[in-house]
């Protein structure tokens, strides 16, 4: 699998965090986000920032995925993502907002990207772990995927494992740990 350029994901995270502006912030997480899903083989990013035909709901990144062995084979076709980069931890409207995003669509399986986390208590399944715990009694996969966690991938198999990882302990405690 292809390794990730650490100057470009520096340069990418540097400017996440310190870009002039909020929307040139957002917009450095959505590259990082397409750059690193993007290295995948047989990951095609399709969408950025899209509303839908009703102009009511703003989808930040869609990909297709071409279920190649060895890569996203055990993941959908279509895989949304959100990007929230935000100075705290995101809440469960945010969340909530989201899985309701993937029911509209019939989709199952989204990923979540918040800087800084989600509210609540993973263990008491507060706030927003609330959310990512009845996304799954529902059949719905929400993956978080966090500042530190892509701050240290290298290569696109640690991006693999990443997502195993978190599918694992979605279905082992019900919820995600940071």
Same mark, same amino acid.
């Not at 979540?112 to 609540?120: L, P, Q, R, Y």
């Not at 990512?132 to 059949?139: F, V, Y």
């Given at each position: ?12 995270? +540097? ?34 920032? +899209?509303?839908?035909?009703? +102009?009511?709901e703003e ?51 989204g990923v ?9 208590n993973a ?15 529902? +059949? ?39």
């Open positions: 699998m292809p390794p990730l350029s650490s100057r470009k994901m520096t340069a990418l995270l +540097q400017l996440a965090h310190t870009g002039p502006t909020t929307t040139a912030k957002g917009r450095a997480l959505e590259d990082l986000i397409c750059y690193v899903f993007g290295k995948v083989p047989g990951i095609t990013i399709t969408h950025r920032d +899209q509303l839908n035909t009703f +102009q009511s989808i930040d990144i869609a990909l297709w995925n071409e279920r190649l062995s060895g890569a996203f084979d055990f993941l959908p076709n279509i895989i949304l993502v959100e990007a929230k980069n935000w100075s705290n931890a995101v809440g469960s409207s945010e969340v909530a907002w989201f899985d309701h995003k993937l029911q509209n669509r019939g989709l199952d399986f979540f990207v918040a800087v800084n986390g989600i509210t609540g263990t008491e399944r507060t706030a927003a772990h609330e959310v990512i715990a009845a996304c799954l009694r529902e +059949q719905r996969r929400l993956v978080v995927i966090t500042g530190p966690d892509l701050s240290i991938l290298k290569t696109t198999d640690e991006l693999l494992k990443l997502i195993k990882t978190k599918l694992c302990e979605l279905a082992v405690t019900g919820t995600l740990f940071p």
